[in-house]
């Protein structure tokens, strides 16, 4: 299903309000990903999220992991986990940890000014760039949740994200 350009600024302020506190973030312990921290609960699978497009080096770049149930994609307290790292003009390279192996969908924002929150102007719209795992269209709204979903194999995947601004 596809949202009305109007009602993007309210999804996008629900895709905030679903993002939970980011956990601590761990050290990769076995070496196999050269030392890189990881977001998230330490665990067997990792995910490194490239997130493309960011326009500037200041801030954070916020990643949210949403699992394979569209009633929770960006629902009121719906995502698992919120990782935020320092933003890299260009590319962010975000490492996370991951359950399991399976399906699950990422969202990223470019929280430019660093408040933890995706900021909007007077009329509603957006004023930081976000992204959706397999890069679907947003200009008439938000994704149907079957456009962003992709799977994660074990040890680890990757994927981009590109951020677009408005």
């Known amino acids: 299903m596809r949202l009305a350009p109007t009602l993007l600024p309210a999804a996008i302020a629900a895709l905030c309000l679903a993002a939970q506190p980011a956990p601590a973030v761990a050290e990769d312990g076995d070496g196999a990903g050269g030392g890189e921290t990881c977001t998230g609960h330490p665990g067997a699978v990792r995910l490194y999220v490239n997130v493309q497009n960011v326009r500037s080096s200041h801030g954070l770049v916020a990643i949210t992991l949403y699992a394979d149930d569209s009633h929770k994609f960006l629902a009121h307290r719906g995502s698992l986990y919120v990782g935020r790292v320092p933003a890299h003009q260009g590319t962010t390279r975000v490492c996370i940890w991951v359950p399991k192996p399976g399906i699950w969908a990422i969202v990223a924002y470019h929280d430019e000014n660093g408040n933890r929150k995706f900021d909007r102007n007077m009329f509603g719209m957006p004023k930081e760039g976000a992204g959706f795992s397999n890069n ?21 995947s990757e994927i981009a994200i590109r951020l677009r601004y408005p």
Not at 141 to 155: Q, S, T
């Open 136 to 156: 679907p269209s947003t200009f008439l709204g938000l994704p149907a949740f079957h456009n962003v979903r992709f799977p994660v194999r074990a040890p680890q």
